[in-house]
């Protein structure tokens, strides 16, 4: 009972597609929030970070790889503040194939986003797009800061409940890669790709 509780709490019951979390949500471990599977997810970031990107260099797209320096770089993570409350130009990028015949990499254009500072809590918002990364960052260990969230698809305009539909959760990092830069890492998601990056600079 609890811990679902502290789902519904964290990410869930939302009437559209961004979290409305509550003023105690700021103190909540994001262990105490996040599914088995979840956890799972992030604790093998590197490990699906270094399996997309060889799965994109053998497919012939070490040059683009290289070309985005500190983005695709796993170790790139400065630490430091979060990003501000604002809203941003995001993009992003697909490392990996998840099945036959996907494409080992994929960048997408600039896109618009959002995070909002919810009485202490952070959301994350992708506005626009067929794919829509909607969720809260935690706070973390060392310089990552850790994503929970739901994926908002076509012309929904409501979010899932964290935790309700395993396909549709999602779970990463935020880390600083430069001034005013950062990144969400999305390993091992459910469609398409090993990793997903998206890149997040404030407009």
Avoid at 9 to 38: E, F, H, I, N, Y
Avoid at 48 to 64: E, I, Q, V, Y
Avoid at 155 to 164: F, K, P, Q, S, V
Wanted: hydrophobic share 45%.
């Amino acid at each position: 009972m609890m811990r679902t509780l502290l789902l519904l709490v964290a990410v869930g019951a939302c009437s559209t597609a961004t979290p409305r979390p509550r003023t105690t949500d700021a103190a909540l471990d994001w262990k105490r929030v996040a599914t088995r599977q979840d956890m799972d997810r992030v604790t093998a970031w590197r490990t699906a970070f270094t399996a997309a990107l060889s799965g994109a260099r053998k497919a012939g797209h070490g040059a683009a790889i290289v070309r985005e320096g500190a983005l695709l770089d796993p170790d790139a993570a400065l630490g430091g503040p979060a990003p501000a409350a604002g809203n941003y130009r995001c993009r992003t990028i697909k490392l990996g194939s998840a099945s036959a015949g996907m494409l080992s990499f994929i960048a997408y254009p600039h896109f618009a986003c959002s995070i909002e500072d919810q009485r202490g809590v952070l959301a994350f918002t992708k506005l626009t797009g067929s794919q829509r990364p909607v969720g809260l960052i935690f706070p973390g260990d060392g310089p990552r800061r850790i994503f929970l969230g739901t994926l908002v698809l076509g012309d929904e305009t409501r979010a899932l409940d964290y935790g309700r539909d395993a396909t549709r959760d999602m779970a990463g990092a935020v880390e600083r890669i430069g001034d005013n830069r950062w990144r969400l890492i999305l390993p091992y998601p459910r469609f398409e790709s090993v990793m997903d990056v998206i890149e997040l600079v404030p407009v």
